[in-house]
């Protein structure tokens, strides 16, 4: 239903690498900034990347962002627990003439 | 440090307008760098980008709610508005205004906590 499509959930043991995948079109992610929010349970999202692969201030470098064509990928490494939380991409549409979001997708931290 | 705070009513009757103000405190709404928007969150349709506005004016709306919609900007109070006239109980959200960076294409770094409003007879 959304725009963006991301994998539900995904999952991995403290420590390790995970990463999350946003799939979308020419109109969206293909020709415009891409940027990855992070939603801990309970709270607004919270801006982790932006265009692209950009770190705002206070995020940490365990947190990546790299855009190929129509995906992206959000890339986090040395999982911790407080990492659980539900990530959502974000975009322009130009055929939309929208801002657009992918569905997010749940971290589980095991 | 800016912060963001919506405030509204948090039960709203079907058919009639929702009325939401984003107070902006720890520096200027008219800053010439920032858009203003407003989003919406769901479980059934996730994150929905509602529209932008500019200090000045010049909103810009999200297509699908645009026949709805009113975005109005008070700089004496720091503050910008949504309205969002004939709801339904699919306008039932968690509604979100933040600071939007760059416009169409750009991204939101700074959300306000959200507030709750439900669509109900």
């Known amino acids: 239903q959304s725009v963006l499509t991301q994998p539900p959930s995904v999952s991995a043991a403290p420590g390790q690498k995970v990463t999350i995948s946003c799939s979308g079109s020419?109109?969206?992610?293909?020709?415009?900034?891409l940027s990855w929010y992070q939603q801990l349970p309970g709270t607004a999202p919270k801006l982790l990347i932006y265009?692209?692969?950009k770190r705002p201030s206070g995020i940490p470098d365990r947190f990546s962002g790299s855009k190929s064509g129509t995906s992206a990928t959000l890339g986090i490494t040395g999982l911790q627990t407080g990492d659980e939380a539900d990530y959502y991409c974000?975009?322009?549409?130009?055929?939309?003439?929208?801002?657009?979001f992918g569905g997010g997708t749940k971290l589980t931290v095991l | 440090q800016l912060q963001l705070q919506e405030s509204g009513p948090g039960l709203v009757k079907t058919s009639e307008t929702l009325s939401l103000t984003c107070t902006v405190s720890g520096g200027s709404i008219s800053s010439s760098s920032y858009y203003w928007g407003w989003l919406r969150q769901t479980p059934g349709k996730g994150l929905e980008w509602i529209g932008s506005v500019y200090y000045s004016g010049s909103p810009y709306y999200n297509p699908s709610l645009r026949s709805r919609v009113t975005f109005l900007v008070d700089t004496s109070k720091n503050q910008f508005s949504l309205k969002l006239s004939s709801v339904t109980a699919a306008d039932t959200a968690v509604y979100y205004c933040?600071?939007?960076?760059?416009?169409?294409?750009?991204?939101?770094?700074?959300w306000g906590r959200g507030t709750l409003v439900t669509v109900s007879s």
């Open positions: 265009e692209n692969n």
């Open positions: 974000g975009t322009w549409d130009s055929s939309l003439s929208a801002g657009v």
């Open positions: 933040a600071r939007h960076v760059g416009g169409s294409g750009g991204y939101f770094d700074l």
């Open positions: 020419s109109s969206n992610i293909e020709n415009n900034y």
